[in-house]
């Protein structure tokens, strides 16, 4: 259990280093999945980072806890998330998960596309650096047969997100 204050600061420490190291994720970006320079630059890294921005900004006023009539609704984390992306717009699809997850306080597992792992790979790198505990992200690389399909099926996950297509 961390506090809200600890998740956004780790939340504004994620958004600062991906803007640190914007360059370098739209080459990985553009050399991976084809994208013009110019619009990772411009779009695909901007997007993605924003998404670490807005959940902060969100977490930081968010009411995890309401009365409703006599009955106290507690919205809690629901634990392990397994999260799969795909490999168009890979940091965007990749933050649209996460930064949720960090803010509402769960561990996630991450499963790429194998198409547009490096991405993930630097993402992975920026979170250590911001200092997110051991085992709250974990990255898993491999296809969608093989890697996703048994992380969609372990009895530790308690919630899978999908994005993508199935073969």
Not at 10 to 37: C, F, H, N, Y
Not at 86 to 102: D, E, G, R, S, T
Not at 105 to 117: H, R, Y
Request: aromatic residues 6%.
């Amino acid at each position: 259990n961390t506090s809200v204050e600890y998740r956004a600061a780790l939340l504004d420490k994620i958004t600062a280093g991906v803007q640190a190291r914007m360059g370098e994720i739209a080459e990985a970006i553009s050399d991976e999945m084809g994208a013009p320079m110019w619009l990772a630059k411009a779009a695909q890294v901007p997007a993605g980072m924003g998404h670490f921005a807005t959940a902060a900004g969100i977490l930081r006023n968010y009411q995890f806890e309401e009365m409703r009539g006599t009955t106290l609704l507690r919205k809690e984390p629901i634990g392990v998330c397994g999260f799969i992306t795909p490999w168009n717009w890979p940091l965007n699809q990749i933050a649209c998960k996460v930064a949720p997850a960090i803010a509402a306080g769960c561990t996630m597992v991450l499963k790429p596309s194998e198409i547009s792992p490096l991405n993930a790979l630097i993402l992975t790198e920026i979170m250590h650096e911001a200092g997110v505990p051991a085992g709250v992200f974990n990255l898993v690389n491999g296809d969608g047969p093989g890697v996703g399909a048994v992380l969609s099926a372990h009895k530790d996950v308690d919630m899978m997100s999908f994005t993508g297509s199935t073969r």
